[in-house]
């Protein structure tokens, strides 16, 4: 059930329209024209996209999405468009060639030699006339040995069945299910007995969310057939996405007995065992095909990928790499394979790769919709209404709750945050034990196991300052866990003159006009004397101005006053940090680890001083952990870029010298006072 790509879904476009006249079409067109002239695809296809909302049945529109698609080798979508602009205009003689070679190369030749016969019939004076006829002589010289293969012999209308045929794949493969659904129903009134057409069926049939129907056409299939591996491999899929895996178990096993000289049948197998997860004998398949010297001899991207994916996940990643590239290599728009390659070239504590398959192979998007309307409007804080809400879904869905772990295990990032969100909606005592095994797990990327302990310590399975041992960073490390409440809303704490005084102090602060930031500060704080988060402002103001003794003393002034104001406690720690007294600032930070309630911008500061200490003290792994944890809260924050890209630098820094030295503290961060540190936005 490998999801090939899928004809293009005409999604609307945010940002400037062309309005809609004619002068505004012909303007959008010559800057598709421009971007396609200086292979700026990416720019060409968001152009395209606008005009396509806006102007849906322009036939220039949809020359132009040919030529974009014909320049990227993207032949499925190439369909697509041809078909399109033959419903707007059947007599398009260059579209209906097109049409023909796109069939050809998508290895629909029946499909092909139908369209060029149509062709011929109606240009029969064309210039290509001999070519096509000599095209049409080549395909039909193999016709019969097609129908022999598919079990046709002897049936009057083969060729009408196997044009039919490859109509309804493409239409399956670009999306369209209801009518690839059709045409093979229209097989099956010909000849009911054609057993590739119930293969093709069970697979519409899933797609349409029609499981029951699915699994019922396929066991009618193998039937008919008992050597039919289509049919055995969908059998076992559709168990297994049923959450019904004893009986899947049970179907992989007699799939596996199987033997075929077809080329389909490896990937079907390979395939199959991709939703198992069973790595190992995906590579010993492949394995045995190199030792034979016939692994590079498919012509099949998906069978490249899924061997790919499974060497990823049994540590093999130079033949993962390998395999991937074998796999765009024959197909060089591949999706799926291209979003795995550019995950898995991120740092390994923010990687999902690999998955297999995109989330629509693993749950219907009804299962999704069903949640999200089952939530709406509903209080999640009441523990007897998410009772109710799970009952209710795992009533509609009960597949979901054995798919969970997984989605978690082996799961596309969206299949995963899917998984996610199911768990931290419904909280039911199996989806938290599945939480916790993938918490303790070292699938996924850091940030989403981090998060999930975050709410097995809300539901007090986890402890707040509870020491475990976690991969991360590539790596199981012991760290304590903190449980966090994180409050965004600007705390108004003084009467609202006060207050205004305030806010265009912290202002002016941020635009580094200290002068103007004191005066604004002391004359709020005639109002309100000795008001801490005032005085930890009018400090940030002094150091602004260069006056960091007065910004010192005012700042260790309100510690001492007020030892529970946690400003004021990082503010002194950053103090001490800057002097490079690091064990002072890391004991001043020793009693934070207790505090679970945050405003955002202590949580920041705090998360600003954890990373600069840990790069002082050369420790890459904490620093990129903490910045992990303040990007899960605050990821808006341009200050996580900086804070990024001095990791960065320091890491490569480190990688020319050979040894983790120092650096000065303000080369490497930008959290020192003047920079932000003391400006408070309460």
């Known amino acids: 059930m490998a999801k090939k790509n899928q004809g293009k879904k005409w999604a609307s476009s945010?940002?400037?329209?062309?309005?809609?006249?004619?002068s505004q079409l012909k303007t959008g067109l010559l800057q598709v024209e421009k971007a396609l002239k200086h292979d700026n695809y990416d720019k060409a296809e968001s152009l395209l996209d606008e005009l396509k909302e806006k102007y849906p049945n322009s036939i220039d529109v949809l020359k132009f999405y040919l030529e974009y698609y014909t320049k990227i080798n993207d032949y499925l979508n190439q369909e697509e468009i041809c078909e399109q602009i033959l419903e707007?205009?059947?007599?398009?003689?260059?579209?209906?060639?097109?049409?023909?070679?796109?069939?050809?190369?998508?290895?629909?030749?029946?499909?092909?030699?139908?369209?060029?016969?149509?062709?011929?019939?109606?240009?029969?004076?064309?210039?290509?006339?001999?070519?096509?006829?000599?095209?049409?002589?080549?395909i039909e010289q193999e016709l019969e040995g097609w129908i022999a293969d598919s079990g046709l012999s002897g049936e009057p209308r083969a060729e009408e069945i196997l044009t039919l045929q490859d109509k309804g794949q493409s239409l399956i493969e670009r999306g369209h299910y209801d009518r690839g659904r059709e045409l093979f129903e229209e097989i099956l009134q010909i000849c009911p007995t054609y057993v590739r057409a119930l293969n093709h069926l069970a697979q519409s049939y899933y797609r349409e969310e029609n499981s029951e129907a699915a699994l019922a056409t396929a066991r009618e299939a193998i039937a008919l057939d008992p050597n039919n591996f289509h049919a055995q491999g969908n059998i076992t899929q559709f168990l297994y996405l049923q959450g019904k895996c004893e009986e899947a178990q049970t179907e992989l096993n007699k799939f596996l007995k199987m033997e075929s000289e077809h080329p389909e049948f490896l990937l079907k197998v390979v395939e199959t065992l991709s939703y198992f997860g069973d790595n190992k004998t995906i590579l010993e398949i492949a394995d045995r095909l190199k030792a034979e010297e016939s692994f590079y001899d498919r012509e099949q991207?998906?069978?490249?990928?899924?061997?790919?994916?499974?060497?990823?996940?049994?540590?093999?990643?130079?033949?993962?790499?390998?395999?991937?590239?074998k796999?765009?290599?024959?197909?060089?728009h591949n999706e799926l394979v291209s979003s795995n390659l550019r995950d898995a070239n991120r740092p390994i504590s923010d990687r999902h790769a690999p998955w297999p398959f995109p989330i629509s192979n693993w749950i219907y998007r009804k299962a999704f919709n069903d949640l999200t309307s089952l939530i709406q409007g509903r209080d999640l804080d009441d523990e007897t209404t998410k009772a109710e809400i799970a009952q209710s879904y795992f009533q509609q869905h009960p597949e979901i709750e054995k798919i969970v772990p997984i989605l978690?295990?082996?799961?596309?990032?969206?299949?995963?945050?899917?998984?996610?969100?199911?768990i931290s909606m419904l909280q039911t005592p199996n989806l938290l034990e599945i939480l916790r095994e993938f918490v303790f797990s070292d699938r996924g990327p850091d940030r989403m196991?981090?998060?999930?302990?975050?709410?097995?310590?809300?539901?007090?399975?986890?402890?707040?300052?509870?020491?475990?041992?976690?991969?991360?960073?590539?790596?199981?490390?012991?760290?304590?866990?903190?449980?966090?409440?994180?409050?965004?809303?600007?705390?108004?704490?003084?009467?609202?003159?006060?207050?205004?005084?305030?806010?265009?102090?912290?202002?002016?602060?941020?635009?580094?006009?200290?002068?103007?930031?004191e005066q604004l500060l002391k004359k709020a704080l005639k109002s309100k004397p000795g008001a801490r988060e005032i005085l930890y402002n009018l400090a940030g103001s002094y150091q602004l101005q260069d006056r960091g003794e007065e910004a010192e003393k005012l700042i260790q002034e309100i510690h001492q006053k007020h030892p529970d104001y946690l400003m004021g406690r990082l503010g002194l720690a950053n103090l001490e940090l800057l002097k490079n007294r690091i064990d002072e600032a890391k004991e001043l930070l020793k009693p934070i680890l207790e505090v679970q309630e945050f405003h955002i911008v202590e949580y920041v500061t705090y998360c600003k001083i954890k990373i600069n200490?840990?790069?002082?003290?050369?420790?890459?792994?904490?620093?990129?952990?903490?910045?992990?944890?303040?990007?899960?809260?605050?990821?808006?924050?341009?200050?996580?870029?900086?804070?990024?890209?001095?990791?960065?630098?320091?890491?490569?820094?480190v990688e020319l010298i050979g040894e983790e030295e120092d650096l000065d503290a303000e080369e490497i961060f930008l959290n020192h006072i003047g920079k932000g540190s003391l400006s408070q936005e309460d």
Not at 14 to 22: C, E, I, Y
Not at 476 to 496: A, C, F, K, N
Not at 614 to 628: H, I, M, N, P
């Open 301 to 325: 991207p998906m069978f490249y990928h899924l061997v790919a994916v499974a060497a990823l996940r049994e540590g093999r990643e130079t033949e993962a790499r390998q395999y991937w590239q």
């Open 88 to 138: 707007i205009d059947p007599n398009s003689q260059s579209v209906l060639f097109h049409l023909a070679n796109s069939y050809l190369y998508n290895s629909r030749a029946v499909a092909a030699l139908s369209t060029l016969r149509t062709y011929l019939e109606k240009y029969p004076q064309a210039n290509m006339a001999p070519e096509i006829k000599n095209n049409i002589a080549k």
């Open 449 to 517: 196991r981090l998060n999930g302990s975050q709410i097995l310590m809300a539901c007090q399975i986890l402890k707040h300052g509870q020491s475990v041992r976690l991969w991360i960073q590539g790596k199981w490390q012991d760290i304590v866990l903190q449980g966090l409440t994180i409050d965004y809303e600007p705390r108004i704490s003084h009467e609202p003159h006060i207050q205004a005084l305030l806010e265009k102090a912290v202002l002016a602060l941020k635009k580094r006009q200290g002068v103007k930031a």
């Open 408 to 422: 978690l295990d082996r799961g596309s990032p969206e299949a995963r945050e899917f998984a996610m969100m199911s």
């Open 327 to 332: 796999s765009l290599d024959l197909s060089p």
């Open 613 to 653: 200490i840990a790069l002082k003290e050369k420790d890459l792994t904490l620093a990129k952990s903490v910045l992990g944890m303040w990007h899960e809260v605050d990821n808006d924050n341009p200050e996580i870029d900086s804070y990024q890209k001095q990791i960065d630098l320091y890491e490569k820094i």
């Open 14 to 22: 945010g940002g400037k329209g062309f309005g809609s006249s004619a």
